[in-house]
């Protein structure tokens, strides 16, 4: 199963809110092969971002070497990706970050992992698992 992680089930789970449990057990599951999981860079882009706001430049750094080591895998972006999140934005009142990750997903044919309701506007074109 291929899953995409959106940035809300990132930081749910970094930051030990509710679902986090549920984004660890598919991070256990990804160490040992069973699923695989994916994250684009324009959505760690936005986790690291929080993080900053939240903790300061340098605790933020130390945060992204950690994500680094999970068993995620960044989707870098390619054109056919912006391409696909911006025809995306212009047809859902969504975020562009989060048309990045159904993009990425539709791309992947996978589901993507998010506890953010804007996603319900995506669910006729994406599969969801929800936190």
């Not at 986790?47 to 945060?63: D, F, I, N, Q």
């Not at 047809?91 to 997903?105: G, I, K, L």
Request: glycine residues 4%; negative net charge.
């Amino acid at each position: 199963m291929k899953i995409v992680v959106d940035a809300h089930a990132l930081l749910r789970f970094l930051q030990d809110e509710e679902g986090a449990e549920i984004v660890e057990q598919y991070l256990k599951k990804a160490r040992i092969g069973e699923v695989n999981l994916y994250m684009s860079e324009i959505n760690l882009g936005e986790v690291y971002c929080m993080t900053v706001r939240r903790l300061g430049v340098e605790p933020a750094r130390v945060k992204l070497n950690e994500i680094r080591q999970l068993s995620l895998e960044l989707v870098p972006m390619l054109w056919s990706l912006v391409q696909s999140a911006a025809e995306l934005k212009a047809e859902y009142a969504v975020s562009y970050a989060d048309c990045f990750a159904a993009a990425t997903a539709i791309d992947m044919e996978a589901v993507v992992m998010t506890g953010d309701p804007e996603f319900k506007k995506l669910s006729r074109v994406i599969e969801i698992i929800w936190l």
